[in-house]
């Protein structure tokens, strides 16, 4: 009688203790927020960037987030061509965001692309993955599900740059 219960509490301890699969979509955090839970995020990184404008605080979080996030070099133990991989955005024209990779190889060779995003009918929830294997988390194109950027494997980094990229796609979206 006694093994079942300890069973029980054992993963009900395990439960409590995060070790359920982890969740790796960032629709569940934006859908879950309420319009208060959304101003209140807004106004708080409107007081960080010390901005009035939405948009200007929301592409300056990203931005720090896709800086402090990034994929680089130091983070690829072991792997043969490891290189650094730094994302920047900025808005390009009303509904388009840019976004500009540069990587960098160990041997000094430096390769810049840059990819433009049209937000008008595109999803506004940023996807990604971040495999139990691998150094690198991939957030999704809205619009064909395609990888559009990597970053160091960091859960909680990746929700929150999707975050902050559903929130600035909502914004440019409405003109």
């Known amino acids: 009688m006694q093994l079942p219960l300890t069973r029980k509490l054992i993963i009900a301890a395990l439960l409590g203790l995060g070790f359920a699969a982890p969740v790796t979509q960032a629709e569940e955090s934006t859908a879950s927020l309420s319009g208060s839970e959304q101003a209140n995020y807004l106004a708080e990184l409107k007081a960080l960037y010390l901005t009035d404008s939405e948009r200007q605080a929301l592409l300056a979080h990203s931005n720090s987030l896709l800086d402090s996030y990034a994929l680089r070099a130091a983070y690829q133990v072991g792997q043969q061509q490891r290189e650094d991989r730094v994302y920047q955005l900025q808005v390009a024209a009303p509904g388009e965001l840019l976004l500009r990779e540069e990587v960098r190889s160990q041997n000094g060779e430096i390769r810049v692309s840059n990819q433009r995003l049209n937000v008008y009918g595109a999803d506004p929830y940023i996807r990604y993955d971040c495999p139990q294997t691998g150094i690198r988390c ?23 740059l999707a975050k902050a990229l559903s929130f600035l796609i909502r914004n440019l979206q409405r003109g």
Do not use: F, K, M
């Open 138 to 160: 991939v957030l999704r194109n809205p619009q064909d599900g395609s990888p559009l950027l990597s970053i160091v494997r960091d859960h909680q980094g990746a929700a929150e």
